[in-house]
Every structure is written in structure tokens, then in C-alpha cells.
């Protein structure tokens, strides 16, 4: 009897449990409502709501509210935990903008995450930079620079040219390479006029509060990649490891897809690896989390450019579904209330890549289909976030409205699998018609 009682028990816990998802996107929430039912409850911006397309959680799923105020929110999360006879069971978040409310208010609520000085340190690019540098981990020189006549100064001293870029942001927007005075007086012009224009968005807005206008830093040669970890009780748990695909006709730091697996460089020690980014995410303040890392291997050296708390984004989630029957959110809930999880390593990938599919000019959207592709068997899935009628703007006024989508596609193991995506994806057809 008393058996039974103590089942029950366990059951209404399950039932009432959540992992508190702070200020994530609906394509996001809509996932993990499906593929975690009853796991999670959402913090959401108003306009996020307002905007979606998915259909929306249930009252008792979802807190409506501006991600501004971490006393007034944490406020409202008690009176909905009431309201609903919820319990909070673990923190996560998977936009680096949401990422210091996340920090906010995991502590008062007895939850674990990364606290505030570690959300910023990985923010804060230049931070970032120094605390590596001085702990002798492998990132880029850099300086921050008011002027262009600062950046010319440090171009002087770099081989191989800077790149220059907003103190805090994130992928490519407002990022620009320079090997010339012309190139970096063009890049310092429309970075000031970008970041100004932006200065009230929740992913640009410290760039005003950081005391510099921006960053250069040395460019870095090599092949890039993009990897996920789990750091936990002093180990690192590599969870995988992407190799990105870069154009040389879109703008500087644009990605075209991610190509899965992919294996270290053949001098580059594992273990060695493992230790690095086990130190270089102690050293920022990260003791347990699941981090992403950017990273450049330059001679068979790896240099780490970024790092921030969070599982990447983009079209990872469905690209590591699809070649590996991992749920890359999921997992994330599980982390977050420390349950076990269990990953098969970065080598364990069906072969495949995911490609972003960007418009080719700024106009109104016409039409997106994929008839064309007919019965194509390499293509998994096919996602588009744009609908007739929607407006591009190209970069480098506007980096968000031109990403259209993307694929998900296996590779036939042939010597050029890049080469092989990219003439699948040019049987889409995009037609988008001149604004006049």
C-alpha cells in the first residue's frame, strides 16, 4: 500500500515537473512541445507569440511576457507555478540573447546554469579573447578599435589581414575581412551605421554599453568547424563536430551549410582536444553546460574564435536528427535537470549535410518549391521559413531576411559531397520579384 502511494507520488511529480525554456523562438517551442510533451514551460516574448505560425502552447505551458525585467518575470513565474501546481526542475536556453535573464534567474530558484560573469565573459568578444590569451589557449589577436585609424594600425601588423566585427553579436552579421585601407574604411563606415541602427535589438544593444565601437581581430586561415559539448563534473563529452561550408561570392563569415562528420585533422590529438575545451570553457566560468565552439585549424592547430553556453542552432538540431537520431533539444531538457544522457560521439553520423538556402537578390518572395527535385532519395527533409509576399533585404542592411531555409541531405560518400548538395539545391526554385 504504502508502495503504491509513493508511485503515485513519483507520478504527480513527473507530471507537474518542468524545465523553464527561456526566451526561445516558436519553431523551437513547437519542436519540443512535440517531441517532449508536458517537459517544459515557456518564457516567451509577446511578439515571438504574435508573430508564429505554429500553433501556440496551452495557457499552463507558456508565460507571455517582455524578457526585460528579471525581478518582475521571476514574479510572474511564481504566480503561474501556483496558478498551475508546477514545480521547476532545470533552466535552458538556446538564443545567446536570453542567455544572462537565463543566468538571472536560475540561481533564486535553486536551479543550476551558468551564471552571469560567464554569460558575459563568452558575450563580450574581446573578453573573451583576453581571458584565453592569457591562460594560453589558442584564440586570434585582437584589439578594440574607436577609430580607423586604430584599425589601420592593427592591420599593419597582421600577415594575413583582420576581421572586424561588432563587441558582441553573433554569426556573420556586421562581420567584414580587410587586407586593404579601402576595404577597412568601407567596413568601419558600415559597421558604426549598422550597429546604430541596431542599437535597441536584444542581440546588439551592449555594444553601446561596452566602451568601444568594435572589434579587429587577426584573420585566421584554415578549415573551419563548429562543435558541440557537454562539460560536466571536470570531463568534456564531445557531442559532435561539423565542418562548415563558406562561398566566395556571399558576404565574408556566411555559412552555406554544415558538413557531418567530420573528423579532426589527422595530427590533431583527441585527447589533447578535449582538454582544451575543457579548460577553455573553465576559464570563461563554465564548469557544467553544453557549450558550442567555433573554431579555425590553422596548420593542424586548433584556435578557437567563439564559444557560448548553448547547443548551436541554425539548421543543427535538424541536421543532427537526421543523420543521427539526436535530438539536440531533448537532450538539452534532460542536461538541464541533470538526467542521464547518453551521446554516440561525433563520428557516429550518417553522412550528410545541411544547406542553407539564401536568396540570390532583395525583392518580394514569388515563389519557393522544390518540384523540381522530383523523387530525389538524398534529400531528408526540406525546410522553408519564408512564404510568398515576404520582403528580402540583402546584408549588410539586413542579415535575417535572406536566409530562406534549408535542406537536409545525404551524401552518396563521393569525393566532393559540397559539390553535390549545392547542384540539388539549385533545382529549387526561387523566384523573387524586383521592389519598384
Not at 80 to 105: I, N, P, Q, R
Request: glycine share 8%; hydrophobic share 40%.
Amino acid at each position: 500500500m504504502e508502495e503504491h502511494a509513493f508511485m503515485n507520488q513519483e507520478l504527480s511529480a513527473l507530471k507537474t515537473a518542468r524545465v523553464l525554456v527561456v526566451g526561445t523562438t516558436s519553431d523551437y517551442i513547437d519542436w519540443i512541445r512535440k517531441a517532449c510533451p508536458n517537459r517544459a514551460l515557456f518564457l516567451t516574448d509577446p511578439g515571438i507569440r504574435r508573430l508564429a505560425e505554429e500553433a501556440g502552447p496551452g495557457p499552463e505551458e507558456e508565460i507571455l511576457t517582455l524578457l526585460d525585467d528579471p525581478v518582475r518575470i521571476r514574479a510572474e513565474i511564481d504566480r503561474h507555478l501556483e496558478k498551475w501546481g508546477l514545480t521547476l526542475t532545470g533552466v535552458a536556453c538556446f538564443d545567446c540573447e536570453s542567455m544572462e535573464l537565463a543566468a538571472a534567474l536560475a540561481p533564486g530558484m535553486g536551479l543550476d546554469y551558468p551564471d552571469i560573469r560567464a554569460i558575459r565573459n563568452c558575450r563580450d568578444k574581446f573578453v573573451c579573447k583576453q581571458i584565453w590569451q592569457e591562460h594560453h589557449i589558442p584564440c586570434p589577436g585582437s584589439v578594440p578599435v574607436d577609430s580607423v585609424a586604430d584599425v589601420l594600425d592593427f592591420l599593419s601588423q597582421t600577415r594575413t589581414g583582420l576581421v572586424l566585427k561588432p563587441m558582441f553579436g553573433s554569426g556573420s552579421e556586421l562581420v567584414f575581412r580587410c587586407t586593404t585601407k579601402k576595404e577597412c574604411e568601407q567596413a568601419f563606415k558600415i559597421i558604426k551605421a549598422g550597429l546604430s541602427q541596431r542599437s535597441s535589438t536584444p542581440l546588439f544593444k551592449d555594444n553601446a554599453l561596452c566602451g568601444h565601437l568594435m572589434l579587429a581581430e587577426e584573420m585566421i586561415e584554415g578549415p573551419e568547424f563548429s562543435c558541440d559539448f557537454m562539460v560536466e563534473d571536470g570531463t568534456v563529452t564531445l557531442i559532435r563536430m561539423t565542418r562548415k561550408i563558406k562561398p566566395v561570392n556571399r558576404p565574408f563569415g556566411t555559412i552555406l551549410g554544415y558538413v557531418i562528420p567530420a573528423a579532426l585533422p589527422p595530427r590533431v590529438d583527441g585527447p589533447e582536444f578535449e582538454r582544451m575545451l575543457l579548460k577553455s570553457a573553465a576559464v570563461l566560468g563554465i564548469h557544467r553546460g553544453i557549450c558550442m565552439v567555433d573554431l579555425i585549424f590553422r596548420d593542424n592547430e586548433p584556435v578557437l574564435i567563439e564559444m557560448t553556453p548553448r547547443p548551436g542552432g541554425d539548421c543543427l538540431p535538424s541536421l543532427l536528427l537526421e543523420a543521427g537520431d539526436l535530438d539536440i533539444l531533448k537532450l538539452a531538457l534532460d542536461f538541464a535537470e541533470k538526467k542521464p544522457v547518453c551521446v554516440n560521439g561525433p563520428a557516429c553520423f550518417r553522412p550528410h549535410i545541411g544547406v542553407r538556402i539564401h536568396a540570390h537578390k532583395s525583392g518580394r518572395l514569388q515563389r519557393l518549391s522544390t518540384q523540381s527535385l522530383g523523387d530525389e532519395v538524398r534529400v531528408k527533409k526540406t525546410r522553408f521559413i519564408r512564404k510568398p509576399g515576404h520582403i528580402i533585404t540583402m546584408p549588410p542592411e539586413d542579415y535575417d531576411s535572406w536566409l530562406l531555409g534549408h535542406m537536409i541531405i545525404q551524401t552518396n560518400g563521393t569525393k566532393y559531397p559540397e559539390t553535390q548538395c549545392l547542384l540539388i539545391t539549385k533545382r529549387l526554385v526561387v523566384e523573387i520579384e524586383d521592389r519598384v
